[in-house]
């Protein structure tokens, strides 16, 4: 059996600014991590494979620092590990990195066999589009499963996955034939702590390196800001509010509803008047 998993690095959310005057991420000195939610996809493969053998290979798109977090990848049990880093990728938005992606799982096909499944956390915390995972199942032709909390059952023989997925009003129970991609939740499971060999033997890993001609990729307009309809207009940090929130306090003996629905209308002193206008009109 083999399992890609696609992770990405990320600027560490909690230590983000926003630059005063662009209002763009300043992101030097910040650091980076792997997205929390692609380490819940990553932990999930290889309870896969520890359960039922096979290797894990964990791709990632980004510039040549983010051999780090494949490294980190490593540490924790991953199998293999392939950097796809040009800078003909750069600026990507979520079209152009999927198609980039799903080109390089293509050449991860041709080189080291078919994956099995495809794994990917829901969404990254830099972007929180949840574009990309889709965007590959779509364009590699696979079955896709998303805001999944848990694999309930996996039978190599008869090649099916049966997946819980969360939705509103309750869960979903799902299954799927072989191969397919599917889209983790967070809080879905626990990264591991890596073994000494594991740690030694990411050490010393040879990671693979494809460049776009490396990974196949044979119309360019499709990568980095050329093959990326978006537009980011502008990012800036929300204003703090002039007026301060109010505590109110439940009266001795009175309701604290009562308390809080009297303080809305005081508040707005044409609401009774809106929701009776409203009333009237059904």
Same mark, same amino acid.
């Given at each position: 059996m083999?399992i ?5 690095q990320?600027?560490?959310?909690a230590q983000?600014?926003v630059?005063?005057?662009t209002?763009t991420?300043m992101?030097?000195g910040v650091?980076?991590i ?7 996809a ?6 896969l494979r520890?359960?039922?053998g096979?290797?894990?290979?964990v791709l990632?798109m980004?510039?040549?620092?983010a051999?780090?977090?494949? *490294?980190k990848?490593l540490?924790?049990? $991953?199998d !293999? @590990? ?10 990507s =938005?979520t079209?152009?990195t999927?198609?980039a992606?799903?080109t390089a799982i293509?050449?991860i096909?041709q080189t080291w066999?078919?994956p099995?499944v495809v794994?990917t956390g829901?969404?990254t ?11 590959i199942?779509k364009r ?6 998303t805001?999944?909390a848990?694999v309930?059952?996996?039978d190599p023989a008869e ?10 009003g ?5 299954k799927?034939?072989?191969p397919?991609?599917i ?6 499971n626990?990264? *591991? ?5 594991? $740690?030694l !033997? @990411? ?9 776009a001609? =490396?990974a196949?990729v ?9 093959g990326?309809?978006t ?12 007026e301060?929130a109010k505590f109110i306090e439940?009266p001795?003996?009175?309701?604290l509803a009562?308390a809080l629905?009297?303080e809305?209308f005081?508040?707005?002193p044409?609401?009774e ?6 009333a009237?009109?059904?």
């Open positions: 083999h890609v998993v696609c992770i990405k990320v600027p560490d959310s983000i600014r630059h005063p005057v209002n991420i992101r030097q650091p980076t792997i997205n929390p939610y692609d380490l819940f990553l932990e999930e493969a290889m309870r520890d359960t039922f096979g290797e894990v290979t990632t980004g510039p040549p620092s051999e780090d977090s494949l *490294r990848a540490t924790f049990g $991953a !293999r @590990a392939v950097l796809l880093t040009d800078r003909f990728f750069a600026g =938005d079209l152009a999927s198609f992606l799903a293509t050449k096909s066999g078919a099995d794994f829901k969404q915390i830099d972007g929180d589009t949840a574009q990309v995972g889709p965007g199942a590699l032709g696979l079955m896709q499963i805001y999944v848990k309930a059952e996996f090649r099916t996955i049966t997946l819980e997925r969360r939705a509103e309750g869960t979903q129970v799902l799927s034939k072989l397919c991609l889209a983790m939740l967070e809080a879905t626990e990264i *591991r702590r890596g073994t000494m060999n594991d $740690a !033997r @990411a050490a010393r890993a040879e990671i693979v390196k494809w460049n001609k =490396d196949g044979e119309d360019m307009n499709k990568c980095g800001l050329k990326s309809p537009i980011v207009k502008r990012v800036f940090a929300p204003g703090a509010r002039a301060k439940a001795e003996g009175g309701n009562e629905i009297a809305v005081s508040r707005q044409n609401l008047a809106d929701l009776t206008a409203l009237r009109g059904f």
